[in-house]
């Protein structure tokens, strides 16, 4: 007895949507477990060989250390600069890392190893000069004064035209001196778009220190979207909402090439990640072991 051809085409139909949807509740499934994995990176392999061989002497200093000397921010002797990932970032960062932060774990040492050229870090107290530039630099901090990355652009040009403001005021200064400082602003105005973002680089706890400083406090403050962290060391009692400062700076960057520069995301930034992501998969692993090894059942 054949089967009615509409009823056989309607159970095929009902088949393939179940299994699309069982398709797409897996791959939801192992995103959520390993939100790393669509990641655009460069091969691994020089990281698994130094993971293999164990600790590797810095060129610098002479330390021994796991795959970069966190002191001198270089990669150590077995994983060669040459088959490390660089990556070109459309702006300067520079870190302001707490003192009390813990060099050996801190991830913002990543950004350093990966865009030397566009990445500085300075330890509190030291903080660059920002004054003369806060037409052109932004800091990365949540609060009740925090504007959204595509608002960006436009709080910089208010800066431009308040200071603008201010110089209209009729007990103006000479002749000379005025046509020196409209031509600084018209400059100003010509380029009023970001240069230079900040990150402060330690524990929610010891921040309040270094933000506070008042050569932070009048520069425009940018918050990122709401992100979930990956991060191994998670701060107690804290939101998984808390990105370590690698994870920041690779999302604000991510958010800034679409909502500001416009354009497509197509992985750019993703070795930004390098690092952090074989760490991960690492610590991910090894946990993995750990679980099946406590549920082997006792004879």
Same mark, same amino acid.
């Given at each position: 007895?054949?089967?009615?051809?509409?009823?056989?085409?309607?159970?095929?139909?009902?088949?393939?949507?179940?299994?699309?949807?069982?398709?797409?509740?897996?791959?939801? =499934?192992?995103?959520?477990? $390993?939100?790393?994995?669509? +990641?655009?990176?460069?091969? @691994?392999? *020089?990281?698994? #060989?130094?993971?293999?061989?164990?600790?590797?002497?810095?060129?610098?200093?002479?330390?021994?250390?796991?795959?970069?000397?966190?002191?001198?921010?270089?990669?150590?002797?077995?994983?060669?600069?040459?088959?490390?990932?660089?990556?070109?970032?459309?702006?300067?960062?520079?870190?302001?890392?707490?003192?009390?932060?813990?060099?050996?774990?801190?991830?913002?040492?990543?950004?350093?190893?990966?865009?030397?050229?566009?990445?500085?870090?300075?330890?509190?107290?030291?903080?660059?000069?920002?004054?003369?530039?806060?037409?052109?630099?932004?800091?990365?901090?949540?609060?009740?004064? =925090?504007?959204?990355?595509? $608002?960006?652009?436009?709080? +910089?040009?208010?800066?431009? @035209?308040? *200071?603008?403001? #201010?110089?209209?005021?009729?007990?103006?200064?000479?002749?000379?001196?005025?046509?020196?400082?409209?031509?600084?602003?018209?400059?100003?105005?010509?380029?009023?778009?970001?240069?230079?973002?900040?990150?402060?680089?330690?524990?929610?706890?010891?921040?309040?220190?270094?933000?506070?400083?008042?050569?932070?406090?009048?520069?425009?403050?940018?918050?990122?979207?709401?992100?979930?962290?990956?991060?191994?060391?998670?701060?107690?009692?804290?939101?998984?909402?808390?990105?370590?400062?690698?994870?920041?700076?690779?999302?604000?960057?991510?958010?800034?090439?679409?909502?500001?520069?416009?354009?497509?995301?197509?992985?750019?930034?993703?070795?930004? +990640?390098?690092?952090?992501?074989?760490?991960?998969?690492?610590?991910?692993?090894?946990?993995?072991?750990?679980?099946?090894?406590?549920?082997?059942?006792?004879?």
């Amino acid at each position: 007895m054949s089967l009615n051809p509409p009823i056989f085409l309607k159970e095929k139909e009902e088949n393939n949507s179940k299994f699309v949807e069982i398709q797409h509740s897996q791959t939801t =499934s192992i995103a959520a477990e $390993d939100p790393l994995q669509n +990641l655009r990176l460069a091969s @691994q392999e *020089v990281l698994q #060989k130094a993971q293999q061989s164990g600790r590797s002497k810095c060129l610098k200093c002479g330390g021994s250390r796991m795959f970069y000397c966190y002191t001198c921010y270089v990669p150590v002797e077995n994983v060669p600069i040459e088959q490390m990932p660089l990556v070109k970032l459309p702006l300067k960062i520079d870190i302001i890392k707490h003192p009390n932060e813990t060099d050996g774990k801190s991830t913002a040492i990543h950004a350093k190893l990966l865009a030397p050229d566009f990445v500085n870090i300075y330890t509190y107290p030291c903080i660059p000069e920002y004054e003369e530039k806060d037409h052109e630099v932004a800091l990365v901090f949540p609060g009740p004064k =925090s504007v959204s990355i595509k $608002d960006i652009s436009f709080h +910089l040009q208010k800066r431009i @035209q308040n *200071v603008r403001d #201010k110089n209209d005021d009729p007990d103006r200064p000479s002749i000379k001196r005025k046509k020196m400082e409209e031509q600084d602003l018209n400059d100003k105005c010509q380029d009023a778009t970001l240069k230079k973002i900040i990150f402060i680089d330690s524990t929610w706890n010891q921040t309040n220190k270094i933000f506070t400083d008042e050569r932070l406090q009048g520069l425009l403050q940018v918050e990122l979207k709401t992100r979930k962290t990956c991060f191994w060391r998670h701060q107690k009692g804290k939101p998984d909402t808390f990105l370590s400062t690698i994870e920041a700076i690779y999302y604000f960057l991510v958010d800034y090439h679409t909502d500001i520069l416009k354009e497509k995301y197509q992985g750019q930034y993703d070795n930004l +990640l390098f690092f952090y992501s074989f760490m991960y998969q690492l610590i991910k692993n090894a946990k993995c072991s750990g679980d099946k090894e406590t549920r082997k059942p006792t004879h």
